[in-house]
């Protein structure tokens, strides 16, 4: 069965530095997700991305947040100055196009990032 | 914030039906209603989704009352596997706003 992989599964960084979380969604999917949920709290919607460019995106997501879709597989995430506010996990997840941007969404085991 | 209300936990007995009631009294004609689970850090899975019929897949049913108003998830057997967090939510848009859900415990 086809799944999103996310590389790596944990990241840790220094504060002020930048990351890159590594993303494959399934193969035949169009809508592209970001999530990210600190410990113990609600996973919460960072962006999504459709035809190339960003759909729709929180508050969360400033401009130390960016997203790329470099070749016909990768999705990343990359955070350009860590703050230890960022320390979470973060989710990537897909959708097919069959039904649009309401169909299920699929998502990948996560990577922790931790900020120290 | 999401337009569901959920109770915070549950227990249920291994082998027995286990029933997740949601409601969603502001929901809108166009809108759907899914489910979605978490097991313990894993990534939330997608179990089940409708809009006004019931539904029923290889996990789970979904019975949505004839207002819509409210929704209940079944899972017919539980197992100590389906021990998670279960987010009931109502999607027009693209992001999925997720709540704080029921905690899900089954019993040995």
């Known amino acids: 069965e086809p799944e999103v992989t996310q590389t790596p599964s944990h990241q840790v960084t220094q504060m002020g530095q930048e990351v890159i979380l590594r993303c494959v969604p399934i193969s035949n999917h169009l809508y592209f997700y970001w999530y990210r949920q600190i410990l113990g709290q609600k996973v919460e919607f960072l962006v999504s991305f459709y035809n190339n460019e960003i759909s729709e995106k929180s508050e969360i997501f400033d401009d130390q947040f960016s997203v790329e879709r470099p070749d016909g597989s990768n999705f990343t995430l990359k955070i350009r100055s860590t703050k230890l506010e960022d320390s979470a996990m973060y989710f990537c997840?897909?959708?097919?196009?069959?039904?649009?941007?309401?169909?299920?969404?699929?998502f990948g085991p996560g990577t922790r990032l931790t900020v120290t | 914030d999401a337009k569901t209300t959920q109770p915070p936990s549950m227990d249920c007995a291994e082998g027995r039906a286990a029933n997740l009631p949601c409601n969603h009294s502001?929901?809108?004609?166009?809108?759907?209603v899914y489910w979605y689970r978490q097991i313990h850090s894993q990534g939330p899975q997608y179990i089940i989704h409708g809009l006004k019929n019931n539904e029923t897949n290889e996990m789970a049913s979904l019975i949505i009352t004839e207002d819509r108003k409210s929704s209940t998830l079944i899972l017919p057997h539980a197992t100590l596997r389906d021990t998670a967090v279960y987010y009931c939510?109502?999607?027009?848009?693209?992001?999925?706003?997720f709540g704080k859900g029921t905690r899900l415990h089954i019993l040995p």
């Open positions: 939510i109502v999607r027009p848009h693209l992001k999925i706003i």
């Open positions: 997840a897909s959708t097919g196009g069959d039904r649009g941007f309401l169909g299920e969404q699929y």
């Open positions: 502001t929901i809108s004609g166009n809108e759907y």
